[in-house]
């Protein structure tokens, strides 16, 4: 089969990050703050996968929307720009030193009453939740292994057509290694697998940064 894809190189990367339309002085803020925290930083999203979650968010109208996973707040302020002046986003986390970052930077950006962060136990967080149908999109970043229990909590709550996104899922392209003694590989191994076959879902697997998968909950499930 031929290759459709064309192969990425730091100009070419440049050149399409100077073209997403979604960049402003906050972003550029909170992102170099954040790449003074050294290594950790890694777990900051990349700006082109923000944009295009700020896109997505956008397109199906969310309003309720859940994040596992924040970091210094870079991927929550992206998701919270796209909503409504009504709409709300649940950002869950453990870490306050990492979160007090992103809880400037929202302000920064005027979107703090958009936001409401929870710290603690993300599953324990989303097992206090309603059961209603009313989540519109989510997004999971955090331990890899349990992504799969933050996903059988959300999906419940996510209504029909609604999304859910995965950070990832190439895992710094450890998912081919089969055999892998990394405990995180492994988990976003049998995690893919078990969303290809998901009946409950449609997903596709996206090479944005480290990979993004989003699944669509089906209108049945």
Request: hydrophobic share 45%; charged share 25%.
């Amino acid at each position: 089969m031929d290759e459709k894809f064309t192969r990425m190189t730091p100009d070419l990367y440049a050149y399409m990050i100077g073209h997403c339309s979604e960049r402003d002085p906050v972003q550029a803020a909170l992102i170099a703050e954040t790449a003074a925290l050294g290594g950790v930083s890694i777990m900051q999203i990349a700006p082109e996968q923000g944009a295009f979650m700020t896109l997505l968010a956008r397109a199906i109208g969310a309003r309720r929307i859940i994040e596992v996973g924040t970091f210094t707040g870079y991927s929550a302020l992206c998701l919270a720009r796209a909503l409504p002046a009504d709409g709300k986003l649940l950002c869950c986390d453990l870490n306050e030193e990492w979160t007090s970052i992103a809880r400037r930077h929202w302000q920064a950006a005027g979107v703090a009453d958009k936001i409401e962060l929870r710290l603690g136990l993300a599953l324990e967080t989303l097992q206090r939740l309603p059961a209603d149908p009313i989540v519109d999109l989510s997004f999971i970043d955090a331990d890899k292994g349990g992504y799969r229990a933050y996903y059988e909590e959300i999906l419940p709550r996510t209504r029909p057509q609604g999304l859910i996104l995965f950070d990832n899922v190439l895992w710094f392209g450890q998912v081919l290694e089969r055999e892998s003694r990394d405990a995180e590989a492994r988990a976003i191994q049998a995690l893919n697998d078990f969303l290809a076959d998901d009946p409950r879902v449609e997903s596709v697997m996206l090479p944005i940064a480290d990979g993004l998968t989003i699944c669509r909950k089906r209108q049945e499930a």
